[in-house]
Each structure stands twice: as structure tokens, then as C-alpha cells.
């Protein structure tokens, strides 16, 4: 059986069930990265199966790319879904889990990492940054809705624009795991100053003239040359590689310039209906990228090595990072804030971890090696594979509740009172 034939059908299959398995699911307490974990498994672990079992460590390369991609594209989805502005004064919720949740939470599972696991420090504060982060590929189930939609809570936003900034924000880390590694003279002043200073930003700088400019041509071109006039979606990925490439040609993180990208492109026109079509186009493209990943992950889970480590003080450490780490460290940076005790749980929980750790691994051990590659994926694995189960399990009914309890709050009135989101002729909502 030709081998191509076989991958062809499957990719077939894996698009039908894209577009299928989400409306099957709505209502029920699973997810699709579940369901394409267990596919993955299923298929790869037929003996007749052509070909190898998948395994990212003998693939290193490969993996890095393709998790990037897949990272990137979920990051201008998140960006073009926030509504309301990134601003000091209005995400509070933001940057409490950014400055304060997420290096303690890197500096938690690092010396987890060291105590339960005989990780050395290079290796634990890697395992750290590469765990800290929520993904924005998987956690599109807490985010907020697509743009103009109003399903923009203060828990979804918080969850949301975390994950848009968090994965840029964990990149300093990455590289002082590799600086420990390689420790060459002045190691400390170049990470300070380059890996941290220039690259963050770098980021946002070019990040965020990309998505003015490309705003720009979009919206306030005369009406005949806007581009916004092609109705095309797939504009949303032009701007996702421009701003990623250009930055990482300045040496800046690409990761944290897409988000600001998509950011900066709102605010130049934030309520045009041009919008929904660019959130669909990559909307669909991140689902079906995510899947296919996933479907890999899985084989790599059932026959391949990722598990090669696997012992019962992994499985500890992986159910300390979950039930412990992210949730208490989450609620502690979130105290004095005025939201809930219930609203508060919901932000610390889902902090899911993902296809974004993977590619932080693969960065990190295509430059340096780590001594303990194994055992680092097989944590990282067992963690990824236990928050997509206990998350997608949960999500459902803890979201439906979380719904009703907003529900039963009184609307907002007056001045501050939200407008319809009708259109104007021109495609435009009114501010």
C-alpha cells in the first residue's frame, strides 16, 4: 500500500472531522484535542500502519516548524477576537497573570523540576518557561468570541489576551535556559540586554507599525483600493507572516509582534465587519493545523517515545504543575481584584498547556543540548496530554456556569451601557 495514499486519505478525514466533530461536541463534556489525541493514538498504533510511528525527538527540526506556524496563526486569532483595547487601565486581570503569575510560576516548576525530577537548573528553568505559558492554540474554549460578537467577559478576556502575551513573554526564559547551557563570558549582560531588552522590544515595536501600516492599507485607503474591499480571509495570514518574519529578521520575538499585530490592525478600524472574515479564515486554518498536530501527538504518545521516561515521580510532578502551581500561583497574583471567587478559580484553572511547549523544547534543543532531552519531553508530554483531557473535559459545564452566573448580573447602564452592533453601508459597525 502506497504510503502517500494512506497520509492523503487520512488528511481527508482529519478536514471532514475539522469541520464536523466542533458541532458535534458543543454540548457535550469532551473537546476536539481529546478526540484527535485518541484518533492519533488509534491510527498509529495499528500494526499494518505504513511507515514509522511519529516521534519529535528524532525530528527536532521539523517539529519546531511546524508548532511555530501553527503558534502564530492561533496568536493573530487571539488578537483579532479582543474587541476592547489592550490598555493599562482596562486588563488589570492581564497583567497581574503576566508580571506576577507567570515568572513564579516558571520559577515553581523549575525547582520542581530539580527536586522531584534531578533536573539540572538549565533544564528546569527550560521545562519551566516552556510550561509556564497557556496556549493559544488550544484554549480557544475560555477565550472570547469572535470580533463584535460581545462574549467578551473579563474572565475570557483575561484568558485570552494571557495567552496572545504570555508566549512571547516566556521567550527571555527560554533563552537564559540556553545562556546556563553555553555559558560563555558576559553571558548575563548579553541575555539582559539582548535576549530580553532588544527582543521584547523589538516585538512590540515592529509588531505593532506592521498592524498601523497593514490597518492602514486595509481601512483608510480611498475606498477603491482598500483592501479590505476583496472580502478576502486569507489577508489574516499575510499579516501573521509579515509581522513574524520581519520581526525574527530583526531578531526580535515573533511570537510577541503577531499578537501585537493583530492588536494594532483593530485599532485602526476596530468595528468593521471585515473583521469577522479575516477571525474565520483563521479561525478555520488554526482548527485544522491544531488537529492534524494533535493527531501526531498522539501516535508519538501511543508509539513512539515520548513517553520513554515516563515514572511515578513524573506523574507527580505533572499533577503538582496542574492542581497546584498554576491554580494557587494564578488565584495569589489575582488577589485584591474585584472580580469573584468563582471568576477568580476559572482564571487560575485553565491555565492549558499545549502545542506551544513543544515548540519551545524543540527551539531550545536545537540550539543547546540539555543532557536530559528524554526525560524533559516526557514531562512536558504527560503534563500536555493530562491538561488537554482534564481541561476539554471541564470547560464545558464550567463555561455554561460561568454564563449563567453573569447572566444573573444586572446590565450595564447609561453611558456605559454597550450599543447594538449594527452596520453602517460601509461595512463599519458604530464605534
Not at 234 to 260: D, K, N, P, Q, R
Amino acid at each position: 500500500m502506497d504510503s502517500y495514499i494512506v497520509v492523503l486519505t487520512g488528511f481527508g478525514v482529519i478536514v471532514l472531522l475539522t469541520a464536523w466533530l466542533p458541532m458535534v461536541l458543543r454540548e457535550l463534556p469532551l473537546s476536539l484535542p481529546i478526540c484527535c489525541i485518541a484518533l492519533g493514538a488509534a491510527v498509529f498504533s495499528l500494526p499494518a500502519l505504513p511507515g514509522i510511528a511519529p516521534d519529535p525527538l528524532d525530528h527536532l527540526a521539523l517539529t519546531e516548524r511546524l508548532t511555530e506556524f501553527v503558534v502564530i496563526v492561533a496568536l493573530m486569532g487571539a488578537g483579532l477576537k479582543l474587541d476592547r483595547p489592550l490598555a493599562w487601565s482596562s486588563s488589570a486581570l492581564t497583567w497581574r497573570l503576566l508580571v506576577i503569575a507567570m515568572p513564579l510560576t516558571i520559577a515553581a516548576i523549575a525547582v520542581l523540576g530539580v527536586g522531584m525530577l534531578g533536573l539540572g537548573t538549565a533544564a528546569a528553568i527550560l521545562l519551566g518557561a516552556a510550561l509556564a505559558p497557556t496556549d493559544p492554540v488550544l484554549a480557544s474554549d475560555v477565550q472570547v468570541g469572535a470580533p463584535g460578537e460581545g462574549k467578551e467577559d473579563e474572565v475570557r478576556y483575561a484568558l485570552t489576551s494571557e495567552a496572545g502575551l504570555n508566549d512571547g513573554l516566556a521567550f527571555p526564559f527560554v533563552h537564559l535556559a540556553i545562556a546556563l547551557v553555553a555559558l560563555k563570558d558576559g553571558w548575563f549582560v548579553d541575555w539582559v540586554s539582548y535576549s530580553v531588552i532588544w527582543k521584547l522590544a523589538a516585538g512590540v515595536a515592529i509588531g505593532w507599525v506592521v498592524g498601523r501600516v497593514l490597518g492602514w492599507v486595509t481601512f483608510r485607503l480611498p475606498n477603491r483600493a482598500r483592501l479590505s474591499r476583496t472580502g478576502d480571509g486569507f489577508v489574516a495570514l499575510g499579516i501573521t507572516a509579515i509581522a513574524y518574519g520581519l520581526t525574527e529578521m530583526a531578531s526580535g520575538y515573533g511570537f510577541l509582534a503577531v499578537f501585537v499585530a493583530a492588536i494594532s490592525f483593530r485599532s485602526v478600524e476596530r468595528n468593521h465587519d471585515y473583521h469577522d472574515r479575516l477571525h474565520d479564515f483563521i479561525e478555520q486554518l488554526e482548527r485544522l493545523l491544531m488537529m492534524a498536530l494533535l493527531v501526531i501527538f498522539g501516535g508519538a504518545l501511543a508509539a513512539g517515545n515520548l513517553l520513554s521516561e515516563i515514572s511515578w515521580p513524573v506523574i507527580g510532578f505533572a499533577v503538582l504543575v496542574l492542581f497546584v502551581v498554576r491554580p494557587v500561583i494564578g488565584w495569589i497574583s489575582l488577589i485584591g481584584s474585584p472580580q469573584s471567587a468563582g471568576e477568580k478559580g476559572i482564571i487560575s484553572f485553565f491555565g492549558i498547556r499545549g502545542l506551544g511547549t513543544a515548540y519551545y523544547l524543540a527551539y531550545a534543543c536545537n540550539h543547546e543540548n540539555f543532557g536530559q532531552t528524554e526525560l524533559l519531553w516526557t514531562a512536558a508530554s504527560v503534563i500536555v496530554l493530562f491538561s488537554i483531557v482534564l481541561h476539554g473535559v471541564t470547560v464545558t459545564p464550567v463555561m455554561r456556569r460561568l454564563d449563567h452566573h453573569l447572566a444573573t448580573k444586572p446590565e450595564p447602564d447609561g453611558p456605559d451601557a454597550p450599543e447594538p452592533a449594527l452596520l453602517h453601508d460601509d461595512g463599519a459597525r458604530p464605534a
